[in-house]
């Protein structure tokens, strides 16, 4: 599976962006799919993940209520909505696919990033 993430950008705090991931072949359904972000000079963090059918969710507790995890089989893609940005969720945002695995862990494949910033 390639992923390719996209959307991020420049926003001020409390804007919005919608982030995607695109993935490749014709098995995108059998995965569970995650965002992750990583902050300069941190770890790379867990955000949200997305179980095969698209019927449960789960996220970090700091953007619980903020960021909504979405996918289209159909499509072949997964989506981030972020509202009400904060300064601190500026980071480089990746995508990963997970065969057999599920929210924080257990990823097999991972898109390049997409940075997001937001000004205060």
């Known amino acids: 599976v390639q992923l390719q993430a996209s959307g991020g950008g420049l926003v001020q705090a409390g804007g919005s962006l919608r982030l995607s991931c695109a993935a490749s072949?014709?098995?995108?359904?059998?995965?569970?799919m995650g965002w992750f972000r990583q902050a300069p000079g941190k770890e790379r963090d867990f955000v949200a993940a997305?179980?095969?059918?698209?019927?449960?969710?789960d996220y970090a507790d700091s953007v619980k209520g903020r960021f909504t995890i979405s996918r289209d089989n159909a499509k072949n893609t997964i989506y981030l909505q972020m509202n009400s940005l904060k300064p601190e969720d500026t980071a480089v945002y990746y995508c990963a696919a997970a065969r057999d695995g599920w929210g924080k862990g257990g990823y097999n494949y991972w898109g390049q990033g997409t940075q997001v910033t937001v000004s205060s």
């Open positions: 997305i179980r095969r059918s698209g019927h449960y969710t």
């Open positions: 072949g014709r098995t995108f359904s059998s995965y569970a």
